[in-house]
């Protein structure tokens, strides 16, 4: 792998996803040991489209003797089973910085990566850029899982909190020495274009919209998933109207 990847463990197990009794659990059927077990789910989205049952996917398993289970998921087979799908919640804001570092994003060129989880106004921000010449820029990082269409769609679900940080960010985008942007990063690479899922949550559709008048780049980037891991490709065209 190289500076655009992130490698999964070596080690990882295929399964059968069996059932989802909540949010944050999964039952699959190993294997290796042909036994079902609950996996943590990390991604809270609903991955309807996804997770069904018999739907081959990998986890990883666990030796923290803090945590109620012992396997966590890892990725999914996309629908047509051509590929995989990360389910992860924590990989686009990893992802994302990589994009930062290595230039991937237009946008982003000439903007040096500060820290991550930087608390400003009524938020804390996924990542802090700035550049040498001081100014500075928050970025919210969304993961995209959807796709509709050939097209990726978010949300998957209502999120009222999404729409909050969309606005938030045009408030923040007209002080002195700031800028902000919205960052969308595929879990998938199927995805070549985004757009929001009107149909499932037209007020972050509404939100998305005035961010963008408000400046607010709205951005975009496609990621290659494997049982190997992640890797940041390009930037890929958002599409708000």
Known sequence: MNERSIPFPSDLIKANFVERPNRFIVRCKLDNKDIVVDAHMADPGRLKELLIPGKPLYVKENDDPKRKTKYSVVIVEREDASGWVSVNSMMPNKLAIIAVREQVIQTFKG?????????????????????NSGRKMVVEVKGVSLLLN??????DAVTKRGAKHVLELGQIAKEDGWETSLLFVTQREDITKIKPAVHIDPKFAQALREAKSAGVNILACRCSVTIEGM???EEIPVEVE
């Open 231 to 233: 890797q940041v490709l």
């Open 150 to 155: 050939g097209i990726g769609q978010f949300p």
């Open 111 to 131: 903007w040096n990566y500060v820290r991550s989880e930087y608390p400003k106004g009524e938020s804390r921000w996924d990542l802090l850029l700035q550049k």
